[in-house]
């Protein structure tokens, strides 16, 4: 019988020899069967904690229970993880199979164990056909499949991934991130993933820890962290392109654009009152563009911010259209067919249902 595969931090602190706090005060759950993503910028302390589910660096203080176990002083190998690198980590001298079995010799599993286990895990990555090369042999995305192999020949009770696609090309990335969140639905093992990107974040996570100087954001599904981010550095952080920030002045009946001009003036009627002085968030989709000579002749003042057109991205599904306003900048995403060029002047409209206020 498999048993529950739980990974509960309670309380975690690390403090580095010299003083350097590398995370304060995390507590948080992973489910079992549950695909995890740790994202924060670098520096935020995602190695650190992750390195210490491992067992690969020492807890100053807190709690981390493993299958219901208190692990703090288990040592690594006997935590039933396994681990994969963003640098592979693969023996240069042994061919993939041999790589793929390492472990497994050094457990003393026996010999047609292994073999059952090495041709399943090929198999499953599809590099069955590169069992007898060696490392150097292969691309980056081969490779990055044998490292995967490793993990999953062990059976582990819990995958830890260290930025694993990083060293990709941007297309194999895209490829292994999809193989990745296949081999999770399939294995049905839980998995800690560590990442400073976003799209993997959302992409790939059940759930979402968003991290920053150590200290835990928000913690939450991709679309709670999208629809819904707790502050402005999430706000950020989450979303491509980045959301909007706009600083605004509210005087009780109508929200200024400081520094967009009268024109940068618009009313709505608000849900939530904002401060006096917020920060208006609007994601680029909730921009909605329309161009100025278009409304030129209805003679009513448009609420809306007033703005010139810089940049113009096709996309080809999408148009993201850069735009300047007063002192501020701006990217609305808009329809491909929708003409614009560089230079129009245009006119954005927030959507009054999905604005996001902050704290200057
Ligand atoms: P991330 O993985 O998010 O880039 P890290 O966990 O690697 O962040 O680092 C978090 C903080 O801890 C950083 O300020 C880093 O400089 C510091 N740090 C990491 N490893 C050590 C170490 N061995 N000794 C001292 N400080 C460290």
């Known amino acids: 019988m498999r048993s529950v595969a739980e990974v509960v931090l309670k309380h ?166 999809v193989e990745i969140s296949r081999l999770s639905g399939q294995l049905q093992t839980t998995m800690i993933y560590v990442t400073h990107d976003q799209t993997e974040a959302m992409t790939m996570g059940h759930r979402i820890v968003c991290m920053k100087d150590g200290v835990i954001q928000q913690y939450g599904t991709p679309m709670e962290l999208y629809k819904h981010p707790t502050n402005k550095f999430v706000a950020g952080f989450i979303g491509m392109p980045p959301m909007n920030f706009l600083p605004c002045e509210w005087n009780g009946e109508s929200l200024a654009i400081t520094g967009a001009g009268a024109t940068g003036v618009y009313a709505t009627d608000f849900k939530t009152h904002p401060a006096a002085k917020p920060i208006l968030g609007v994601r680029p989709e909730h921009l909605r563009l329309e161009r100025m000579a278009n409304d030129g002749g209805k003679g009513e003042a448009r609420a809306g911010i007033a703005a010139e057109v810089e940049v113009v991205e096709p996309l080809g599904a999408e148009t993201l259209v850069y735009c300047r306003a007063g002192q501020h900048r701006a990217v609305a995403r808009i329809h491909p067919d929708m003409l614009v060029g560089r230079g129009d002047r245009v006119t954005l409209i927030p959507d009054a249902a999905h604005l996001h206020f902050f704290d200057a």
């Not at 292994?114 to 990555?125: N, P, Q």
């Open 12 to 177: 975690i602190h690390k403090v580095y020899d010299g003083g350097v706090v590398a995370v304060q005060d995390l507590s948080f759950e992973v489910q079992d069967k549950e695909f995890l993503v740790l994202v924060g910028p670098s520096g935020c302390g995602k190695s650190t904690l992750l390195r210490m589910i491992a067992g690969l660096e020492e807890i100053t203080s807190g709690d981390l229970f493993i299958d219901g176990k208190r692990c703090n002083d288990v040592a690594p190998k006997d935590r039933d993880i396994a681990m994969v690198f963003q640098n592979y980590a693969l023996y240069p001298h042994m061919t993939v199979e041999e790589n793929l079995a390492f472990g497994l010799k050094l457990r003393k599993l026996p010999k047609d164990e292994i073999r059952r286990r090495v041709g399943e895990a090929a198999e499953m990555l599809g590099i069955t056909a590169y069992l007898s090369r060696k490392p150097k042999a292969l691309s980056g995305g081969q490779r990055q499949r044998v490292a995967l192999g490793r993990a999953i020949v062990r059976k582990p009770k819990v995958f830890l991934f260290d930025e694993p696609l990083s060293n990709l090309d941007a297309k194999m990335r895209v490829q292994m991130r």
